[in-house]
């Protein structure tokens, strides 16, 4: 289909960009809070950790009113559940209640609609050390605190978004630091079932946001990119669909029908890891709907069958790509795609490849919650970030995301990742993303004095002429 007539973007449409509570905030077990897993993982050797990070704690205000400089319509970022209720459950801490209404006001005061994130991968440490997820509790647990933030923002925040990234968390918990298996027997069965009570949980808090606040939309925010096949073979077809429905479809087809994919489900019985299932969880699955979908784009996946997946040789085998899955699909490196300097690949149409395939199977309306590029930025003596790469690549994912609404896909904003430089979840400061520059180091925390990148000037005029002028 070649698009010569380009729809404009719909009016409203929600331009920001996204944060997360512990990638950016730091006073990370100060002012009450209690620790997330986040603050008790070990840190790869040579990044920093979360203490300070970009300090936003202490300069929210300064750094809303250059969100507010740049145009924004939208600001999403995370609230820590520990800053909220240090224990996960128990004890509530005012001064986090009211770091959080502070922030919101703020926004509001800029015209900036808050999308907040109720758990972005911060997990508090009391209730992992208690077994975290894989506890019928958690699901409780967990509704008892969006219930909190239902009391006392749900009058001021339009836009919820449940869990960041819920299938990352099954899919790569060890990378992200929130998953162990030590003393695990199935680790499918550990996965599994905490993947289940965190989509209870979710489904519970989808209708709770619908009773206690009218008005207000709220949706999942999974990770999602399609799974390419790596050549017309029909098996490697059959890989990618499996791969897709494992990665993505699990967690949409939940959120929006309640019901479980049916290739998960095979998937799952041929690993003994079918999750305990309490009578009354599917219906509590159907009772909470999402009212759009968020998701996070990075780049598409590629995978091949995996043929050999019975045989002595490969069940022996012992350095197991991280994305392969015996006998289900293997992963192949797409060699069509350029890549970022920390060698994630690069998929312009993929990302609408992503959106018609969302949309055609779910017809809600997507919302882009994280997309972005990941690089070493520097900071001339001047006091100037040239990112001509970072405009580049986020130019070109909004031309896709113009096609994408002319081809009918109803998109109701753009949230790049990450609206001030942050800590990545372990590649460290000097993986940067933001439009706004931090100046620190991995060690050095130096001034934390904030730099507008070029891609903070080339941004705010995409803003003000709603997508339409992407030029340098
Ligand atoms: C997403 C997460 O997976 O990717 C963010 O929601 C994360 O928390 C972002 O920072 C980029 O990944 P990384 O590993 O480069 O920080």
Partial sequence: MVLTKLRGLPEGFLWGASTSAYQVEGESLTHGKGPSVQDT?????????????????????????????????????????????????????????????????????????????????DLPDALEKKGGWSRRESVDEFVNFAKILF???????????????????????????????????????????????????????????????????IGPAPNISLVYPASCKPQDVLAAQNFNAIRNWLYLDMAVWGVYN?????????????????????DIMKSGKPDFIAFNYYSTATVEADLSANDEESSSRDQQTAGDEPGVYKAYKNTNLPTTQFGWEIDVEGFRATFREIYSRYRLPMLVTENGLGAYDTLTEDGKVHDQYRIDFLRKHIEQIKLAVSEGC????YCPWSAIDLISTH???VKRY???????????????????????????????TNGEDLSD
């Fill in 410 to 413: 109803e998109v109701m904003g």
């Fill in 151 to 217: 009391e006392n923002y749900g009058s001021r925040v339009k836009y919820w978004l449940t869990i960041n990234e819920q299938n990352m968390l099954t899919l790569s918990g060890e990378a992200i630091g929130t998953t162990s298996f030590e003393g695990v027997t199935n680790k499918y069965k550990k996965l599994y079932q905490e993947n289940h009570h965190m989509l209870l949980a979710q489904a519970k808090t989808m209708a709770l946001c619908h009773e206690m606040c009218p008005g207000a939309k």
């Fill in 262 to 282: 049916n290739l998960v489900w095979k998937f799952l019985e041929e690993h003994d890891a079918i999750p305990d299932i309490v009578d009354g969880d599917m």
């Fill in 41 to 121: 993982k070990k840190v790869p050797e040579g990044t920093s950790g979360f203490t300070v990070c970009a300090d936003f704690y202490n300069h929210y205000k300064e750094d809303i009113a250059l969100m507010a400089e740049m145009g924004f319509k939208t600001f999403r970022f995370s609230i820590a559940w520990t800053r909220i209720l240090p224990q996960g459950t128990g004890e509530i801490n005012q001064e986090g209640i009211d770091f959080y209404s502070s922030l919101i006001d703020e926004c509001i005061s800029h015209g900036i609609e808050p999308l907040v994130t109720m758990f972005h991968f």
């Fill in 434 to 464: 933001g439009f706004i520059y931090v100046n620190r180091d991995e060690f050095d925390l130096k001034d934390l004095k904030r730099y507008k990148k070029d891609s903070f000037y080339w941004y705010k005029k995409v803003i003000e």
């Fill in 427 to 429: 590649e460290g400061i």
